[in-house]
């Protein structure tokens, strides 16, 4: 075994809906869009990435954008294949590599994902040199991430919001006591935006830009304690069809995300009401925890907390919360061994 210990590589992904991040070495590697561009005469994969998310909305049609995976699971095998291969390809210190060593990959998951999903995920890194292959649900990477001991006998609860899907569970003694998985998160978000500027201001805005007002003045509540300015928006005209720009403010952005952030509420008190009464008085104490991208939207956690009436906290760095909590279980693997899905 020795020797091949040696040549053997470990990293640990993130696969998400949106972003796509790699630990390797205890450092997050690759930190990129999940989106792969394509030519589609030669069917080649021209970019990944950044430089892919960068063409987004602005290709013609011999090249098209993909977006391979779909609410937190693989829609495009093909191209999700080959994105995970030239991102783990363009990780620094297997570049140096003579040959691609075997890798030893902890991957993480949605916890609604089917048997057949699953499998899907496996051979597509089984195909990428991946020789040892672990899975592990979201809401527990985040957990682990979040720094939470999720061994003891204790509830803890997640609210992991990512680009695809919303992934809520109660976690005691290492295993998800209770859980739900809603495709409400920040692509919905983004489309409630385009929707609204399109109804409201008549101006038909593309996917980054919606992304670009979601994260410039994006708001769950329309009474912030510190107001992000208003947002000049650029986009076309649905009267004249002459490009315009007009002028947004967070409390617009708020009105047009309340339904979705109603259901990403509603989804968390059905979740609390099925919770064991024991782990429901731990909860009471430890309160909730939020992890993901969508976490990140201005008031979300004062929102939850006056629907729950219990504290809610926002991990640190949320973006990497689950990266970190799939690296910690990588590195630990003995300790984890029960929580992974070989």
Same mark, same amino acid.
């Given at each position: 075994?020795?020797?091949?210990?040696?040549?053997?590589?470990?990293?640990?992904?993130?696969?998400?809906?949106?972003?796509?991040?790699?630990?390797?070495?205890?450092?997050?590697?690759?930190?990129?869009?999940?989106?792969?561009?394509?030519?589609?005469?030669? !069917?080649?994969?021209?970019?990944?990435?950044?430089?892919?998310?960068?063409?987004?909305?602005?290709?013609? #049609? @011999?090249?098209?954008?993909?977006?391979?995976?779909?609410?937190?699971?693989?829609?495009?095998?093909?191209?999700?294949? /080959?994105?995970?291969?030239?991102?783990?390809? @363009?990780?620094?210190?297997?570049?140096? /590599?003579?040959?691609?060593?075997? %890798?030893?990959?902890?991957?993480?998951?949605?916890?609604?994902?089917? #048997?057949?999903?699953?499998?899907?995920?496996?051979?597509?890194?089984?195909?990428?040199? !991946? /020789?040892?292959?672990?899975?592990?649900?979201?809401?527990?990477?985040?957990?682990?991430?979040?720094?939470?001991?999720?061994?003891?006998?204790?509830?803890?609860?997640?609210?992991?919001?990512?680009?695809?899907? +919303?992934?809520?569970?109660?976690?005691?003694?290492?295993?998800?006591?209770?859980?739900?998985?809603?495709?409400?998160?920040?692509?919905?978000?983004?489309?409630?935006?385009?929707?609204?500027?399109?109804?409201?201001?008549? %101006?038909?805005?593309?996917?980054?830009?919606?992304? @670009?007002?979601?994260? +410039?003045?994006?708001?769950?509540?329309?009474?912030?304690?510190?107001?992000?300015? #208003?947002?000049?928006?650029?986009?076309?005209?649905?009267?004249?069809?002459?490009?315009?720009?007009?002028?947004?403010?967070?409390?617009?952005?708020?009105?047009?995300?309340?339904?979705?952030?109603?259901?990403? #509420?509603?989804?968390?008190?059905?979740? %609390?009401?099925?919770?064991?009464?024991?782990?429901?008085?731990?909860?009471?104490?430890?309160?909730?925890?939020?992890?993901?991208?969508?976490?990140?939207?201005?008031?979300?956690?004062?929102?939850?907390?006056?629907?729950?009436?219990?504290?809610?906290?926002?991990?640190?760095?949320?973006?990497?919360?689950?990266?970190?909590? +799939?690296?910690?279980?990588?590195?630990?693997?003995?300790?984890?061994?029960?929580? %992974?899905?070989?």
């Amino acid at each position: 075994m020795g020797f091949f210990d040696f040549l053997t590589e470990e990293i640990a992904i993130d696969l998400g809906t949106a972003n796509t991040l790699i630990i390797h070495n205890d450092k997050v590697a690759v930190d990129s869009p999940s989106i792969v561009a394509r030519d589609r005469i030669t !069917g080649k994969i021209i970019a990944v990435g950044k430089e892919a998310s960068m063409m987004q909305g602005k290709t013609h #049609e @011999n090249i098209k954008t993909i977006r391979p995976l779909k609410d937190g699971v693989i829609a495009d095998f093909d191209a999700s294949e /080959k994105m995970i291969s030239m991102f783990i390809k @363009n990780i620094p210190a297997l570049k140096k /590599k003579w040959f691609p060593p075997a %890798l030893r990959m902890v991957i993480c998951i949605p916890s609604g994902i089917t #048997e057949v999903e699953m499998r899907a995920v496996k051979e597509s890194a089984e195909r990428v040199n !991946g /020789k040892e292959v672990y899975l592990i649900h979201e809401p527990m990477a985040a957990a682990i991430g979040i720094g939470l001991d999720i061994m003891q006998p204790k509830g803890n609860m997640i609210v992991d919001i990512g680009g695809g899907t +919303t992934e809520i569970a109660v976690i005691a003694l290492g295993g998800i006591v209770c859980d739900k998985s809603v495709k409400i998160a920040g692509d919905v978000f983004t489309n409630d935006i385009i929707y609204y500027m399109r109804t409201q201001h008549n %101006l038909y805005v593309g996917e980054s830009t919606a992304e @670009n007002i979601k994260i +410039t003045i994006g708001s769950a509540t329309e009474d912030l304690q510190s107001p992000p300015d #208003e947002m000049s928006v650029q986009g076309r005209d649905l009267l004249t069809g002459k490009p315009k720009q007009v002028s947004v403010s967070y409390r617009e952005i708020a009105k047009a995300l309340d339904k979705s952030i109603l259901r990403v #509420e509603d989804a968390v008190m059905e979740t %609390l009401s099925q919770t064991p009464p024991e782990l429901a008085a731990d909860i009471y104490n430890t309160g909730i925890y939020l992890a993901g991208g969508g976490s990140m939207l201005r008031g979300l956690d004062r929102r939850l907390s006056q629907k729950t009436d219990l504290p809610v906290y926002i991990a640190e760095d949320p973006l990497r919360a689950v990266v970190r909590g +799939t690296g910690i279980a990588l590195k630990n693997l003995d300790r984890y061994k029960s929580i %992974l899905i070989k």
